[in-house]
């Protein structure tokens, strides 16, 4: 049984909340529940997801505000004392404002906003977000975002390539992400930031449930 | 009173798309002169202190800490001392 406690961070603009809270609690039967950005700690959850959305309608850049939210001081101590976060799509561009990742989320290459089920490959399976995938293994994940961009400089790539940060890459890349890298985790391998939606694949019903592996790795990791 | 007038803009490196669409849209009106387009924001903050090293070091804090995020944008502002209004 999984001693997971997930948290899913809920500010104004948050929509994939739901869906991650569905894909925890009702699929994955993980002890789960929502945190209002307003609250000032995370109480006893020990797996913090910070979801898609637009939060605080991503005015200024893409998570910029978020990161100063009430909730977030107390993440960001967690996430620098080892506790597991995982930020999607917006999360992602949260935990890149806030320097937990490196990098930055531009506006897609093509300008457009692209909402479709993408190829990725798993390109590292020893870390707590991968172990239930096999190495190079094809998965099908949906992604829904403008900005996705990903960008670091030289220096900071060539870490994340040596340091086998580099966890999902695109197949046929959709929005010009420098070296395709569609999701990454930082040094100390306790944080994972993705653009693809796990949680958007995670129920039999929808026809795919690629996500389940991504999701379902981080749960039993906390067995 | 001072006005903050702050410019940030994409670093050079950094490709901006959203120039390139509409430099595409500036040379398809004839405007066959201009060879580069580059977009980027500009934000106004009133600062009320009568001191300008300490609105400069307010508006480049702000700058340096929310308002511009340097893995990718630059930021230059001009102070304007105003009477309020």
Known sequence: MS?????????????????AYFA???????????LWHKEGNIGDRNLIILPGGFSYGDYLRCGAIARFSNLMSDIINFANNGGVV???????????????????LLKNKNLQFICKTVSLTVE??????????????????PIAHGEGCYFCDDNILMELISNNQILFTYNDNPNGSLYNIAGIQNIKRNILGMM???????????????????????VESFE | MFIAKIKITLRSSILDPQGKAVEGSLKSLGFDKIIDTRI???????????????????????CKKLLANQVMENYEFDLIKSDGG
């Open chain 1, 3 to 19: 001693k997971a406690k997930v948290g899913i961070v809920v500010f104004p603009g948050s929509n994939c909340d739901h869906d």
């Open chain 1, 24 to 34: 925890f609690k009702d699929i994955l039967k993980v002890d789960t529940k929502f």
């Open chain 1, 86 to 104: 995982i930020g999607i799509c917006n999360g992602f561009q949260i935990l890149c404002e806030t320097g937990l990742l490196p990098g930055v």
């Open chain 1, 124 to 141: 590292n399976n020893k870390s707590i977000f991968t172990g239930n995938c096999e190495i190079k293994e094809v998965i099908n994940i």
């Open chain 1, 196 to 218: 693809p939606h796990p949680e958007r694949a995670a129920d039999e019903i929808l026809g795919n449930t690629d996500g389940i592996k991504i999701l379902s790795s981080v």
């Open chain 2, 40 to 62: 980027g924001k500009y934000i106004e903050l009133k600062i009320d202190t009568d001191k300008k090293d300490e609105a400069e070091n307010i508006a480049g804090q702000a």
